[in-house]
Every structure is written in structure tokens, then in C-alpha cells.
């Protein structure tokens, strides 16, 4: 491969066109070593390492021989896959603009940065979240402000956020948590009136439905998350950011610094522009840019988005069932005639009056007997970073009396997927074994 002549069109960032000295990409291409270890890094031997090896040496002749007659592509980032996700996922999502970029919380700040959002102002988010969704406010000097939870479904409570909206508040961030949708109709009426901007934390939620229009597509902005432990990944990271509004038309410079890497660029001294913001003030961008390995592997996994979600729906159904005759278990809310859960986390909830216990020996006693359940999803105000940046974190737990119950007693999340059927049956049987031996 070292001898094969470069690809002939040059990137256009060096304004070159179809050169006959091209400068395709002023650095090193993937070669074929570069290909193996890709392999090597994603295939692991599954038994017998001997079969394995062996496997592994065919598949190295025949990248060899292929490497012979092909040339190493020159475009490695933001280039026609990238492009091509991004109508894909617009037209899936229904959604005017969507960009891919590095991960979720990348395209949480990029609609931070169009709503202004800057020293003094006020950003509410649910109580419970991952820790993701409060970090950019306060790297601007912005401040979080935490909602309650609903009790059933642990996502923002619409009346809580109401009651927390003062002069202040520039962003709404609606989480769905698990992929169960936000009721996002009076926070869309509050938010529209009140001129603030919603940014929708969808990153659970890529194929979800509320009252027919696409998860993360309903508030102003919507950022989604395609890391490894998501719904579907682009191997191991990756984020689309989506908007209606006309600020999408930026997107390509809120990605990279400033510079639209979509077009030709004709004059590097004067394109650079800072972001247009509701406000009017200008904000600087930074690089978010995505790469087009990142693209192409999202691109093969969207085809199997519908099948993994029915999956997971059948799965938390089949959960439901088992759970909704046992004393103390409290199953999952699913699917509506309004909205559609992308299914991506389990919620069970446990009664700890009739249990005779709360969450955390039911809890203890499932991870002794092998059964994941996630902790992560906890009171945001309870880690120590804001304690540090000096939030009243005592007094934001009274005002958030649901997500202090849910946290101290009553919830937890189980896995649902890639389990298969066996392993979906036995965590099913071990949380009525442990719920029996608590009631006991
Ligand atoms: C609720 C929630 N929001 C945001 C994120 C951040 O997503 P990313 O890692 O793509 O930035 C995560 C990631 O797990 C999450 O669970």
C-alpha cells in the first residue's frame, strides 16, 4: 500500500481542488498495520484462542491482499459519511438540522452556546441525572437549578420546574431518563412564554416518541448519545445534536471553531465567525468534530435501531409480568397511546412499606447473587462537585422530596439488553427471590 499513488481530490480545507500534486490529508493515512489492530482492538477470541489465532491470520492475509490493490482513504473526519449520517438521521428524526458530533454533552454545549447562556444565568435540570447533563453551566458561571422528579416515571416534574423558573432561567433540560419521554407539552408552554430555551438531554433517548414527534426533537434543541453503553453506539462515542430553529444553520461552525467545513473556504482570515445567539452577544465555538469511522459504524448500527428497541420492549414487558403479582414490586411504566420509551434502562421500583425494607438491602443483596443494577442515576446536588462550588446542597434536597424518596428507598435501574433470553429469565427470577427473602 506504501507505493499506491494518494487519493486525487484534495481535502478542501487546503483549497487545492483536483490537484496533480494533491495534499489530500497533511498527515499520515490508515494503513494496513492501522486496520489489523482496529481488528485486533474490537474482536476478542470467544473459547478456543488456537481457532482464534488461526481465524485472525486468514483474515490478516486477506486484508493484505485487498490492501494491495486498494489506497488508503485520505478522509478520516467530518467528510461525506459524517454528511450522510447527518441527512439520515434529520430525516429519521424529522428534525431540520442534526450534527454529529464527539459525544452528547458536546451538543449540550453547542445549544448552551446558541441560548447565550453566561455568568449569573439559571439552567434547570432534573434532579435526578447523569452527572453530564449539569457540568457546562457552571464551567460558564452558570447556575443549575434542580427540579424534582415525577415519582413514577423519575423524570422532571413540569409543576417543579414551574415553581423553580425565576428571572434568571435561560435553559430548560428535560432528561429521559432510562428513554421513557419527559411529559414535555407544559414545559414547551412554560419555556415558549417565558422566552427560555429548552434543551432536551435525549442521550437515552434515540427513537423514543412523544405525541408523535421523535424524541429530542420537541424542545428548541436536542442532543442524543451514541456512547458505548447507549441504545446503539459509534464505537464507543459519538453525539447528534438536532434543532428546527434557524440556528442550525451554524452548526457546522459551532462544531469546529468557528469554520464551516462544509463548503470551500475562501479566506481563512475573515470566515471565522463567533456564533449568533438568541441574545445577540457573541459566543466562541470550540471542536467538537466527529470522525467518519464514528459515521459510518453509526450509520450500520441505525439499521438495527428498530429491532433492538422492540427487543427491549418485549424484554421489559416479559419484566412487567413476572413482577406485577409480587408483593413490594412496582413494575416499569411502558408504552402509551402518546408516547414511545426507547426501552434503553429498566426501572423497577420497589414499596418499601409492603417489602418491609427500601432499595438499598434490595439492592445489596441482587449485586451478591450477580444481578447488575446501575447506581449512576442518583441526586445530582448529592456529588461533591457542587458542594465544592458552593451549592446549598442540604437545602435543594428538601425542595426535591421525590428524588430524595426515590434515591434513599424506592428505585433502581436494570440492564435489559445485549442480555440474552436465559440471562432476561434468571435476573427475573433472582428480583423475586430477593424480594421474597426481604418480605420474608
Ligand atoms: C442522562 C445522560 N445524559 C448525558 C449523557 C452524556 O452522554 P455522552 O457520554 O455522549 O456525552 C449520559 C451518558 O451516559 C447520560 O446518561
Not at 438540522?97 to 449569573?120: E, K, M, R
Not at 433540560?173 to 422566552?195: F, K, L, S, T
Not at 402509551?336 to 426501572?347: R, V
Not at 424506592?410 to 418480605?439: G, K, S, W
Request: proline content about 6%.
Amino acid at each position: 500500500m506504501t507505493d499506491t499513488p494518494q487519493e486525487k481530490k484534495s481535502d478542501f480545507r487546503y483549497a487545492t481542488g483536483d490537484a496533480t500534486v494533491p495534499w489530500a490529508a497533511v498527515g499520515e493515512h490508515i494503513w494496513h498495520e492501522d486496520l489489523m489492530g482496529l481488528v485486533k482492538l474490537l474482536v476478542k477470541p470467544a473459547g478456543d484462542e488456537a481457532e482464534f489465532a488461526g481465524a485472525m491470520a486468514s483474515f490478516e492475509q486477506a486484508l493484505t491482499s485487498l490492501c494491495a490493490c486498494g489506497r488508503p482513504t485520505a478522509k478520516l473526519s467530518l467528510g461525506d459519511t459524517v454528511k450522510q449520517l447527518e441527512e439520515e438521521v434529520a430525516r429519521f428524526l424529522g428534525s431540520k438540522y442534526a450534527c454529529f458530533v464527539t459525544n452528547a454533552t458536546a451538543g449540550f454545549q453547542i445549544a448552551h452556546q446558541f441560548a447565550d447562556l453566561g455568568p449569573g444565568d439559571e439552567v434547570i435540570l432534573p434532579a435526578i441525572t447523569f452527572i453530564a447533563t449539569g457540568v457546562y453551566p457552571p464551567l460558564v458561571g452558570a447556575k443549575c437549578v434542580f427540579a424534582d422528579v415525577d415519582p413514577r416515571t423519575i423524570n422532571m416534574d413540569p409543576e417543579d420546574v414551574a415553581r423553580k423558573i425565576t428571572d434568571r432561567t435561560k435553559v430548560i433540560m428535560p432528561v429521559h431518563i432510562g428513554g421513557y419521554p419527559v411529559d414535555m407539552d407544559p414545559i414547551m408552554e412554560i419555556a415558549n412564554e417565558r422566552g427560555i430555551t429548552v434543551i432536551e438531554d435525549a442521550a437515552h433517548a434515540f427513537g423514543g416518541k412523544y405525541k408523535g414527534r421523535m424524541t429530542g426533537t420537541v424542545g428548541h434543541f436536542g442532543s442524543f448519545s451514541f456512547h458505548e453503553v447507549k441504545n446503539i453506539t459509534a464505537f464507543g462515542e459519538g453525539g447528534i445534536v438536532c434543532t428546527d430553529t434557524d440556528f442550525g444553520q451554524y452548526f457546522n461552525q459551532a462544531r469546529f471553531c468557528g469554520v464551516d467545513m462544509s463548503e470551500q473556504i475562501e479566506n481563512w482570515l475573515y470566515d471565522v465567525k463567533a456564533l449568533p445567539t438568541t441574545t445577540g452577544g457573541p459566543q466562541v465555538p470550540g471542536n467538537h468534530s466527529s470522525t467518519e469511522i464514528q459515521a459510518a459504524c453509526l450509520l450500520g448500527q441505525m439499521e438495527r435501531l428498530e429491532g433492538i428497541i422492540r427487543v427491549r420492549r418485549e424484554r421489559a414487558e416479559y419484566l412487567n409480568e413476572r413482577f406485577k403479582d409480587v408483593p413490594g414490586l412496582i413494575p416499569a411504566p411502558l408504552n402509551t397511546e402518546e408516547i414511545e420509551s426507547t426501552f434503553h434502562l429498566y426501572l423497577l421500583q420497589v414499596d418499601p412499606e409492603v417489602l418491609g425494607a427500601d432499595i438499598r438491602p434490595f439492592r445489596a443483596l441482587l449485586t451478591e447473587k450477580g444481578v447488575t443494577n446501575i447506581p449512576h442515576f442518583a441526586p445530582l446536588y448529592h456529588f461533591t462537585i457542587y458542594k465544592q462550588l458552593g451549592y446549598d446542597t442540604d437545602a435543594i434536597a428538601q425542595s426535591c422530596p421525590n428524588a430524595e424518596n426515590a434515591f434513599w428507598h424506592t428505585f433502581t435501574h436494570l440492564p435489559l439488553y445485549p442480555l440474552c433470553d436465559d440471562q432476561v429469565e434468571t435476573m427475573a427470577d433472582l428480583v423475586i427471590e430477593t424480594a421474597n427473602e426481604i418480605r420474608g
